[in-house]
């Protein structure tokens, strides 16, 4: 698509699509949509910025994510107090709509790359960027306000959040 630029490609035995849906869940929902329900895919891999929620996170770290909270399907109570919705995915009353798990293997690769280390970026001296590894809130808003923030993690339990990849992993 011409507002959705894709390649697809194997790498080893994997069947990988990547598509630039630009900012936000209805992007991302729009862009990969037609690939995931008739494409024939391994992985759909999802990265770029995101905020971080915890102090130990720097500029540059990098956060892999081991769940999706999707951070503004919730309820706020009129105390304000936040009550998480999440997505129901499946039929499965059992399965925990305001966490969605992250693909095991991914995770494994990226445990392995934590042990082997990461280079320095180019544009820094030799700033190694740390790998965190921890639940990434998703949401069509950019939270900014340091309160906010902090409630997010607090009921979330969040590592940091970004715009696309609760469209996604639903």
Not at 17 to 32: D, E, H, Q, R
Not at 135 to 159: A, E, F, K, L
């Amino acid at each position: 698509s011409k507002q959705w630029p894709t390649r697809q490609f194997k790498l080893n035995s994997l069947r990988i699509f990547v598509v630039v849906c630009g900012i936000g869940m209805a992007n991302a929902a729009a862009a990969t949509s037609p690939f995931l329900i008739h494409g024939s895919f391994d992985l759909v891999c999802n990265y770029g910025c995101s905020g971080a929620h915890q102090e130990n996170i720097n500029a540059r770290d990098i956060v892999v994510g081991t769940h999706v909270a999707p951070i503004n399907a919730c309820k706020i109570r009129p105390d304000g107090k936040i009550h998480p919705q999440g997505f129901r995915r499946t039929m499965d009353s059992s399965s925990d709509p305001s966490m969605m798990p992250c693909c095991p293997k991914m995770l494994e690769i990226a445990r392995t790359m934590e042990a082997i280390g990461l280079p320095p970026w180019p544009s820094t001296s030799d700033t190694k960027p740390a790998i965190h590894f921890g639940i990434v809130g998703s949401s069509d808003t950019w939270n900014q306000q340091r309160s906010r923030i902090q409630t997010i993690h607090d009921v979330y339990g969040t590592s940091c959040e970004e715009m696309e990849a609760a469209a996604i992993a639903t």
